[in-house]
T-cell receptor, first 113, second 114 residues
Framework: DTGVSQNPRHKITKRGQNVTFRCDPISEHNRLYWYRQTLGQGPEFLTYFQNEAQLEKSRLLSDRFSAERPKGSFSTLEIQRTEQGDSAMYLC???????????FGSGTQLSVL | AQTVTQSQPEMSVQEAETVTLSCTYDTSESNYYLFWYKQPPSRQMILVIRQEAYKQQNATENRFSVNFQKAAKSFSLKISDSQLGDTAMYFCAFMKYNNNDMRFGAGTRLTVKP
């Protein structure tokens, strides 16, 4: 399977705990994006990487959120001290340099109790 | 700021018939891309069709076509010969040229009835 892969598929955690999600983009894609989608809404942009460099961050990405892409391949999104309002689907997408088509993974559904 | 509006939260259509989903957007940019994405119950976003703003010709992909009205900032999706597998959420999206922030509408839930 050469699509975008996200793990875990589902995560249930208690408020205040830290969680980390992983995204493996399509191998030849240099660009990687994180989006958040709440029920009944479209995805909202969180952050974007070009190779290992994090080039853009949305105001939605509070200081409790951190994303990394250390080797320019897979990426992790960590949420510290989770809050109930963090409950959402976290989507990862990738695209080749110069490409405007985003290829999405199946997402990680986070539930904060 | 760019905004994308989908005014139809839900729609339904009989199998084999045609349905049109509406989308309007607001931007001061002249160069940009528009997209329709499909999100089935599996939750994976799948690109249906895209349009480059500088192209006047409407994009088509098999049973899917768009009506792009740049002056009116309108970008509707027409699905012909609807199939049961077309049942999904459909999101309209906007991306400025040379930008990486894709903005999505709130979506339209389409149900194709047998």
């Amino acid at each position: 399977d050469t699509g975008v892969s996200q793990n875990p598929r589902h995560k249930i955690t208690k408020r205040g705990q830290n969680v980390t999600f992983r995204c493996d983009p399509i191998s030849e894609h240099n660009r990687l994006y994180w989006y958040r989608q709440t029920l009944g809404q479209g995805p909202e942009f969180l952050t974007y990487f070009q190779n290992e460099a994090q080039l853009e961050k949305s105001r939605l990405l509070s200081d409790r959120f951190s994303a990394e892409r250390p080797k320019g391949s897979f990426s992790t999104l960590e949420i510290q001290r989770t809050e109930q309002g963090d409950s959402a689907m976290y989507l990862c997408a990738s695209s080749p340099t110069g490409g405007e088509k985003l290829f999405f993974g199946s997402g990680t559904q986070l539930s904060v109790l | 700021a760019q905004t994308v509006t989908q005014s139809q939260p839900e729609m339904s259509v009989q199998e084999a018939e045609t349905v049109t989903l509406s989308c309007t957007y607001d931007t001061s940019e002249s160069n940009y891309y528009l997209f329709w994405y499909k999100q089935p119950p599996s939750r994976q976003m799948i690109l249906v069709i895209r349009q480059e703003a500088y192209k006047q010709q409407n994009a088509t992909e098999n049973r899917f076509s768009v009506n792009f009205q740049k002056a009116a900032k309108s970008f509707s999706l027409k699905i012909s010969d609807s199939q049961l597998g077309d049942t999904a959420m459909y999101f309209c999206a906007f991306m400025k040229y040379n930008n990486n922030d894709m903005r999505f509408g709130a979506g339209t839930r389409l149900t194709v009835k047998p």
